[in-house]
C-alpha cells in the first residue's frame, strides 16, 4: 500500500520563486557536468567563467542557511522549502542528484541515474556517493516511520561497481526497533543484480537534543561569497 508523504515532504509541483530555484539548481546540474567533460578550449571556458561569476553576482544579496532558519524558528514553517534544498534529495541543491524517494509498506526507494559528477574510478560511481546515498534513504526510512533520529553507524558492502550513466534502484527500511536504537538495512541494484548493501544503526533523539546539535556552529559563515 502506497503511504501518504509526511507533513515535512517538498510537493512536487510548486511555483514562484520556489520553481525558479528549482529550474536554476538544474541549469546549474548540466554546467557542473559539461565543467567536468567538455572539451572546448580554453578561451570558451574562460568565457564561462566569467558568465558564472556574473551569475552568481545575482545571487549575492541576503542569505540564509537552513542552520539559521533553525535558530530563528522559522524552520518548522518552512520546512518543506529547507528539505527541498538538502544535499541529496533537494530538487532547489545544484549539488544533488536528486533522489525521488517513495515509500510504501514500508520500504524507501529510489531510482537514480549518476552522472559524472559523481565519478570515482573511470566509468563508476564514488563509493563514498553510494555510502551517502544508503544514508538518505535509512534516513527517510526511519522519519517516514515516524522517528526523530541520526546516524550512528553506516557499514556498506560493495558487491560490484555501481555504474554512471544507468539507472539504479535503492530501497532501505527499519528491520528492528529497540529504542532509542533502529536498526536499518538497504539494497542497491542495477539491472536485477545486487551491487551494495547496508546496514545501519540510528538512535533516536529528544527535542532538547535536536535544539542543541542543529544550530550553526558559525554564525559568520552564514554568508554567501
Known sequence: MSEKPPYWAAPEVVSGEWASRRALAGAIRVLSERCITSEVDGDALARAEGLVRSAAALLAGAQKTSGAAWTDRTYPHDIQRYVDRGALVG????????LR????????TCEVTLDERFVGAPGIAHGGVVASIFDQMCGHAVVWSGH?????ELTVEYRHPTPLHRPIRFDARVSRVALPILHLTGTGLHQGRTIA????????????TAERL???ADEEGRGGR
Open 91 to 98: 530538487q532547489c541543491n545544484p549539488v544533488a542528484p536528486p
Open 101 to 108: 524517494i517513495t515509500h510504501r509498506d514500508g520500504v524507501s
Open 148 to 152: 526523530r533520529a541520526l546516524t550512528i
Open 197 to 208: 548493501t547496508c546496514r545501519a544503526t540510528f538512535k533516536e533523539i529528544d527535542r532538547a
Open 214 to 216: 542543529f544550530a550553526p
